[in-house]
């Protein structure tokens, strides 16, 4: 895996206008790092942000140190894979990180800590932003197909409500939802169930993101 060093000027994945991010958490063997106890529920606020990685890579990293490949967590019953994506946190102020979602393998078992702001816009993130799981993943996964087309109109709906019905991400969530609802539908039967659950999901995360302050 590629190192570098916190707080240098972040520019592995391609530049889609994340220009002026820091790196965090790009770590390696024989490479320095900063030890330390993260603060209490700093690990369960970092995989929720890891739960919704901004670029998802071909392949899996490994991790350089003791050589873990395939990590995954339980986030309430959501499994969170590690490794293929990063994970990105805006402060107040604008200044921005970007981690691979591995970051959460170096802090849990490598007892990686990362700076002090970092750790505060992670907490702020994972309070404000939904990341669907433990009890509403468990409804949404019995809910019936109907149900869940119901629920997905709605959030469009919301989301045209606060963007507007031209605005290119309200037209991309209603051809979602119509391929993942469509009958006869072009996606595979022994798939059908996952990807209805996996766009519900998506759409109330996406929404959620909506209504967070810049
Ligand atoms: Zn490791």
Redo the contacts with the bound molecule.
């Keep these: 895996m590629t190192y570098f060093a916190d707080l240098t000027p972040y520019s592995y994945g391609p530049d889609e206008g994340l220009a002026g991010d820091l790196n965090i958490g790009w770590l390696a063997a024989g490479m320095p790092y900063t030890h330390g106890s993260p603060p209490e529920g700093f690990i369960t606020a970092l995989l929720t942000c890891a739960a919704r990685p901004v670029r998802l890579f071909r392949g899996i990293h490994t991790?350089?140190?003791?050589?873990?490949t395939d990590?995954h967590f339980d986030l309430e019953g959501r499994e969170v894979y590690l490794g293929n994506g990063e994970l990105r946190v805006t402060a107040r102020d604008g200044t921005a990180w970007t981690a691979p979602t591995?970051v959460v393998?170096?802090v849990e078992?490598?007892g990686y800590l990362p700076p002090p702001a970092f750790i505060a816009a992670v907490m702020e993130w994972a309070r404000t932003h939904l990341v669907v799981r433990g009890h509403l993943l468990e409804e949404l996964s019995e809910a019936s197909p109907a149900e869940l087309h119901r629920r997905c109109l709605e959030v469009v709906d919301r989301m045209r409500a606060l963007l507007g019905a031209d605005d290119p991400r309200v037209i991309e969530a209603t051809a979602t939802v119509r391929l993942a609802f469509a009958e006869p539908s072009k996606i595979p039967v022994e798939r059908r169930s996952q990807h209805r659950l996996w766009t519900i999901i998506q759409l109330l995360e996406d929404v959620s993101e909506l209504g967070v302050a810049k």
């Design positions: 991790c350089d140190l003791c050589g873990a990590v591995l393998h170096y078992t490598h």
